[in-house]
């Protein structure tokens, strides 16, 4: 049975064309490539940079790295003022990438974290929004914001060439096989 990181990674690249030919361009029409380049899992965002660097480095293209936390509160669109936001993607083992954010200009910036958290115990700071709680490892993060934001990103100067793109974790790998609910059988 092959693992859910072979099993998503196969699905990749049919999926990114299924989405181009929706789109209704060509490849050659394409000229950048966005990425959450972190915080995730570390298969996933491994996956995910493999590909978008391996098919940058196909075309010639730059590419931009995407904060998950960021393209969640991008979804979300612009708050008031100087109100804070809390985005939190799943971060394995019962644990959460949480970051406080607030949007500047024309998009949102991490003003704390991302910190890792335990899901159980974590609850929204008084005063916040919350933000893509996806705890239980529900939903994504919206592709069409990470397209958005990496497009915002580019014309700041933020794109780089696909050998120069870098994962960021958030925090070190737990190795070891994961921690099993009470009576379940493995």
Do not use: C
Request: hydrophobic fraction near 45%; charge should be neutral.
């Amino acid at each position: 049975m092959p693992s859910q990181g072979r099993r998503a990674s196969a699905g990749l690249l049919p999926l990114v064309a299924e989405v181009v030919a929706e789109a209704g361009v060509g490849w050659t029409d394409i000229g950048l490539i966005a990425v959450v380049d972190g915080p995730g899992s570390y298969t996933g965002l491994r996956v995910g940079l493999a590909t978008a660097k391996g098919l940058a480095m196909a075309r010639g293209l730059p590419v931009a790295g995407v904060d998950a936390l960021e393209a969640l509160a991008f979804a979300a669109g612009p708050l008031p003022g100087d109100a804070v936001a809390v985005a939190a993607v799943p971060a394995g083992r019962g644990r959460l990438y949480v970051g406080r954010l607030r949007w500047e200009g024309d998009r949102p910036r991490l003003v704390e974290g991302p910190n890792v958290e335990d899901a159980a115990t974590w609850r929204t700071p008084p005063g916040a929004r919350p933000l893509g709680v996806l705890a239980g490892g529900e939903g994504d993060v919206d592709p069409s914001a990470v397209a958005r934001l990496g497009l915002i990103l580019a014309a700041a100067g933020h794109a780089v060439s696909p050998e120069h793109l870098l994962p960021r974790y958030a925090s070190e790998p737990r190795l070891g096989p994961a921690p099993r609910a009470a009576g379940q059988r493995g």
